[in-house]
């Protein structure tokens, strides 16, 4: 039996080191620059702008992290990216979910440095502390903002998105409803592998012209129209498919349940809603990202919390749903899928 040692006490306390490193050539737009081909150190440093100093450790160190491939070493030693950085930190592709990261280097690692506080008090750690106005607030009110923080969001979704697509079984509907919507990114997978069915991704009115734009963007204006609805003010559109995607976890527990009815009350018999988060093991001893989100939703809301398959299912029976299942989607994503 191996002797107990500190190293992953260390590894995991210290772990911001690395995250800002990674958080540092995203801002720098690193793996964009890379993506058009390997460079030299001094390349690198000439173009992005790096110190001589820095230079080595930063990019040895992304490339021990996994997210760089180096080859020779040396002044001669050439740097790319990764496969996983070129797909998913390029800002070329429909992949990138540098607009998540970017949001973190802005201000998460700042509110998150305020936990302590937050697990004292269970208030939020955000905006609202210093000006008492809600981060979203602001947000929605700022058009360009609100436009990167939903490409941002449509980054970190397509996998999900995608996977919700293609595996749930989409042949016994017609409709669907995506409520939060934002930039319609569920109609768009689904309407494109599904050409028999037809959606509407609803939002509050700020977003609505963001989705009409990617709607058409993608050539499906004629299958998937963009809506205005304050769902806990005003009953959701009609459809056999319900879908709310990283919404639920935004909210108390009176709210979730205010929302599950909502699907409910809009769904035929035999219609189907579905939860999209990063829903956590039952056990709650598995889904780290999840157990993490649900500090983040501590952080930055009143009253969210992500939530366990069995919350869920219980939740959608107390409302009326009949059968219960959780899909795993991709990563630490599931949708929740509960049928009238």
């Known amino acids: 039996m191996n002797a107990p040692n500190p190293g992953h006490i260390l590894q995991v306390g210290l772990g911001f080191w690395a995250s800002k490193a990674l958080l540092s050539a995203v801002e720098l737009d690193l793996f964009t620059h890379l993506a058009t081909g390997s460079r030299t150190r001094a390349t690198l440093e000439a173009e992005l702008g790096l110190h001589a100093r820095s230079s080595r450790d930063f990019l040895d160190v992304l490339v021990a992290l996994g997210f760089l491939v180096r080859d020779g070493s040396g002044d001669s030693a050439r740097y790319a990216c990764s496969e996983e950085t070129a797909m998913f930190l390029d800002r070329a592709q429909p992949t990138y979910v540098g607009g998540m990261l970017n949001m973190a280097n802005d201000r998460l690692w700042r509110v998150w440095a305020d936990l302590t506080e937050g697990l004292r008090s269970g208030l939020p750690q955000n905006e609202i502390k210093h000006t008492g106005r809600p981060v979203f607030e602001a947000l929605y009110a700022d058009a360009e903002g609100l436009e990167v923080f939903m490409r941002a969001m449509t980054g970190i979704s397509m996998g999900p998105c995608a996977m919700l697509a293609e595996k749930f079984d989409w042949s016994r509907y017609k409709t669907l409803v995506d409520a939060g919507g934002a930039t319609g990114l569920l109609s768009i997978q689904v309407a494109r592998r599904h050409a028999h069915l037809s959606a509407v991704s609803v939002d509050l009115p700020a977003v609505e012209p963001i989705a009409r734009k990617a709607i058409a963007a993608a050539g499906l204006g004629d299958r998937i129209r963009a809506a205005s ?112």
């Not at 639920?248 to 809009?266: G, S």
């Not at 501590?298 to 009949?322: H, I, K, M, P």
């Open 229 to 340: 609805v304050d769902f806990f003010a005003e009953p959701l559109p009609r459809a056999d498919v319900v879908v709310m995607g990283h919404i639920l976890h935004n909210w108390n527990l009176d709210e979730k349940l205010q929302l599950v009815r909502r699907a409910y009350e809009a769904l035929p018999a035999g219609g189907a809603f579905i939860a999209v988060d990063n829903i956590i093991d039952d056990a709650r001893r598995e889904n780290v990202f999840g157990l993490l989100v649900s500090l983040n939703m501590l952080l930055e809301t009143s009253g969210g919390f992500d939530y366990t398959g069995a919350d869920f299912a219980g939740w959608c029976r107390q409302v009326g749903f009949q059968r219960v299942e959780i899909l795993p989607l991709a990563g630490p994503t599931s949708a929740g899928i509960a049928y009238k």
